[in-house]
C-alpha cells in the first residue's frame, strides 16, 4: 500500500531528503503488515486501486505525547471515571496501568483526530512510588491490542505526595520522608533481587529463595534498566532529588514536568538528563508551579537536555499538544527541536524509539496528514494512519 503525492517530513532519516532540505518536496510512503518499508521522493512506479493519493499534504510521524493519564481519568465521567491514583499505599510499584485503562474513553477518539497516535499513560502523583507506565497506540479494540510496551515506573516528589499522605496522617508528609521512602523500597528490592540471584545460581540453595514480594518483584525490571524511573518533579530542588536518587541506584530517569529545570538547566545538561515538559497551556495553579515558564523547554535544550513536550491529559486536552509545542517555539524552542518533541525526540525519551515517532524503514506506519504547518493553530489534520490503518479521515 502507498500513500503518495506526499510532502514528507521524517526527523533523522534526512537520507531520504535531497538537496541539503529537511523534507522530501513530493514522494511517498510504502507500507506493508503495518510497517514501512519504503520512503522516496516521485511516484510510485505501479499506483493500484488500495493506495492514497494525498493531494500534496504534509506527512508527519504520527505525534507522540510522552506524558499523559489517557484512559485513567475518563471523559466526563467524574470520581466513578477516576482510576489514576491509588493512594492507600504510599508504595504501590506493583500496580498495571493496563487493568485500570479504559480503551474507548472519548479522549483516544479526540487523540486520533488531532494526529496523536502514541502516548505514554499512567497512574498520577499522588504516591512517592505509583504504578507502571505504559505506551499505548490511540485506537484499538483493547488495552491489549493498543499496548505497546511497559515503559517505566512512576516516581513522585514534592507537593503532591506530601498534601495526599499529610490528609492521611500518615507518612510521607515532607520531602525528607517522600524521598526516605522511595530509598527503602529500592535498597528494599535491591535485596531481594540479590538474594533471589544468589539462590537461583545454586541448586542446592533453592530453598533459601526469598519470600515472594510483590512490589520488590515490579521493582527488579527499573533495577536492571529494562524500564526508566519517571519522577514527577515541578520544584528545582525537588528535580534536583529525582536526580540524585536515581544516580544511587543507577537508574535510567526521566524528569517529569520539570517545571523548574530553567533554574538548574546547566547541571541537568550536564549529566545529559532528559525531561518532559509541561503541561503548557496551565496556569500556576498550587505553589510547586511558581516558576513556570514558557521558556523552560527552549533553556533546557540549549543546555544539553533531551526535551519532550506533553500535555499531561486531562491537565491539557490532548487534542492541544502540537499547540502546546508551538508556544515552546514561539518562547525560544528551536523550530526542529519542537516537532521532535512530539515525534522522535518523544519516542526516544520513552523508549519506544525502536517502534514508531519517525517515518523510516523498519518503523510501524503511524502517520499524522495536515493540510498545513502543525504549529499553526488554522491547520487542520486530514488523516491519521497507525500501523498502516486509516483510523481517522476528515
Known sequence: ???????IYPQKAYEYCADGISFIPCGFVRVENGKITEVSGGTPIKISEGDVDLHGMRLYPGFIDAHTHMGLIGDGQGAEGEDVNEDSDPVTPHLRTIDGLCHNDGYFADAVRAGVTCVVTGVGSSNPIGGDLIAVKTAGRSADEMLV???GIKFALGENPKSTFSDKESAPVTRMATAAVIREALFKAKRYMQDKLSAEENEESLSELPEFDMKSEALIPLLKGELKAHF????????????????????????IHCTEGHLSADILGEKKASAVVGPILC?????????????????????????????DHPETPIQYLQTSAAYCVKAGLPREAGIRSITCTAAEIAGIGDITGDITVGLDADFAVTDGDPFDIMTNVKMTVIGGKIVYRA
Do not use: W
Open 1 to 7: 500500500m502507498y500513500f503518495y503525492n506526499a510532502k
Open 149 to 151: 510496551r511497559r515503559v
Open 232 to 255: 514527577h518533579c515541578h520544584r528545582a530542588d525537588d528535580i534536583l532529588t529525582a536526580v540524585r536518587i536515581a544516580e544511587e541506584f543507577s537508574l535510567d530517569y526521566v524528569l
Open 283 to 311: 496556569d500556576r495553579g498550587k505553589p510547586e508551579l511558581a516558576g513556570q515558564r514558557l521558556e523552560n523547554a527552549a533553556v533546557l535544550h540549549k543546555n544539553g537536555v533531551r526535551v519532550a513536550i506533553c500535555t
